[in-house]
């Protein structure tokens, strides 16, 4: 089919403040990343409901994974429909998006499940979700003539910033938190050609200081504050529900730690719901470590209190689930917002637990990284509470590609993986490498010990 002679008209879209007694609107082309009247975060949104053919939509979408124009190849830009840019926008593009949703069996019987799927988006150009936003978030920085473009990182949004903006040609500047940052996750961002400027202190000051210097100058700032990274971020649930055959799944289960990715499938969901191409919302639920689960906390109180709306950072948070270590998330209330409307729940695992499923998800010949992991570990528990039902259809978000921290995945398998909290964890289905000394004989004889049957 011809993509072009049935595109869409695409809706009008503005920046609308989240805050119910605020609700701002800005023109999209204003570089703001909250709102100038409250400070609410903002949301991009469509100022009347598009009407459009569901069949032609979907089969469009659809015929366009077959399409040569680069911007079909993209699994973000080819739902452009319901993307806040002119049709005809050049946009700065790897390919990301299209990634595998798998069947993974020894995690699901792990979890005392019937079935359980992962939906890989460590399958990206960089590893990790973050090039489905970073595409978008990219694109309007080259709309806007941004002059640098700049993030704070926990590692993933470093990479992801790093190729893009290399593939834009955009200057680009990354705040880390000094030794905190996986050697991999660094590696990226280094070679891609990004300034990475590392910073005493822990990815919350890096947001802090980054977020501050963005309100004056010209620098761009894309980590998930910036409501075009969660526009890019929302196709995964397009993506999503046309691989399962425009159905939901009965629940979607996220890590959570600077809270966007769980706020953007709260989006792409709520979107999906009004347009009419699903007929329920998923329960979506958020898992964090135990040691940086501000949002657990707050979910708790809540649920204990619900007049209380009271947010607690937490000032000194850890585990070795790098990726997430965070304690003041500044998307918390969009992502309050997706949980709280899906019936859905924020809980948290332990490190035992973290690396215990990310060996499962591993032995699934899948693998993730330990921030990804918290997802199984967290449906282990929901199932154990039958606050999941064994024969419930069940998505785990997998965000980022087991090499994003092998240093984790080695002291895991060699057994001297230790945390500050839980001191050396026990490595359960550990796999250590086996010396083999001797000759051909020794060689032979563990070969023959390891037959099936
Ligand atoms: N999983 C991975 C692998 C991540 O890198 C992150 C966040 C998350 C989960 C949490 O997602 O922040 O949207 O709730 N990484 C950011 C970074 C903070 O800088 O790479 P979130």
């Known amino acids: 089919m011809n993509s072009k002679a049935t595109e869409l008209v695409a809706p009008h879209f503005v920046q609308r ?57 993209s699994g973000v830009w080819r739902f452009r429909e319901l993307l806040p840019f002119a049709q005809n926008v050049d946009v700065i593009s790897l390919k990301e998006g299209n990634t595998p949703l798998y069947d993974a069996r020894k995690s699901a019987s792990y979890c005392n499940l019937d079935a359980l799927r992962l939906k890989h988006q460590g399958a990206n150009p960089t590893g990790s979700f973050k090039d489905t936003g970073m595409t978008v978030a990219v694109s309007q920085a080259c709309v806007l003539s941004a002059r640098l473009v700049a993030c704070a990182s926990t590692g993933n949004t470093a990479a992801s910033l790093a190729a893009y903006a290399a593939r834009a040609d955009l200057p680009c500047a990354i705040l880390v938190p000094t030794g905190q940052v996986s050697h991999a996750k660094l590696a990226q961002a280094l070679d891609y050609g990004a300034r990475v400027l590392e910073i005493e202190g822990n990815f919350d000051s890096c947001m802090r200081l980054i977020r501050e210097l963005s309100e004056h100058g010209s620098l761009y700032l894309v980590n998930s504050i910036n409501p075009f990274r969660i526009e890019g971020q929302k196709t995964v649930a397009f993506e999503l529900v046309e691989q399962l055959g425009w159905e939901a799944p009965d629940h979607l289960v996220v890590p959570g730690g600077n809270l966007g990715n769980s706020s953007a499938f709260g989006k792409g969901f709520r979107e999906l719901l009004e347009l009419g191409l699903i007929q329920k919302m998923p329960r979506i639920s958020v898992v964090q470590a135990v040691g940086a689960s501000p949002f657990a906390k707050f979910f708790l109180s809540h649920s204990n209190d619900p007049a209380n709306l009271q947010f607690a950072d937490e000032s000194h948070p850890t585990t070795l689930a790098s990726a997430i270590k965070i304690g003041a998330p500044v998307s918390w209330k969009k992502a309050w917002r997706a949980v709280d409307e899906t019936n859905g729940t924020v809980l948290t695992v332990t490190e035992q637990e973290i690396a215990d499923a990310k060996a499962i998800i591993g032995r699934d010949g899948i693998g993730c990284e330990p921030a990804s992991a918290t997802t199984v570990a967290g449906i282990r528990k929901l199932r154990a509470q039958d606050l999941i039902k064994a024969d419930e259809h069940v998505v785990a978000v997998l965000t980022g590609h087991v090499l994003k921290d092998t240093d984790y995945v080695i002291g895991y398998h060699n057994k001297s993986l230790s945390s500050d909290t839980e001191g050396l964890l026990k490595s359960n289905f550990n796999n250590a490498p086996i010396a083999v000394t001797g000759g051909r004989d020794q060689l032979q004889a563990v070969l023959t010990s390891l037959y099936k049957g």
């Open 17 to 73: 403040c989240i805050e119910h007694d605020c609700g701002h609107t800005f023109e999209l082309e204003r570089p703001i990343y909250t709102c100038s009247v409250c400070n609410g975060l903002l949301d991009i949104t469509w100022t009347d409901i598009p009407k459009q053919d569901l069949n032609v939509l979907r089969s469009l979408w659809s015929n366009r994974k077959t399409s040569t124009d680069s911007r079909d190849q």
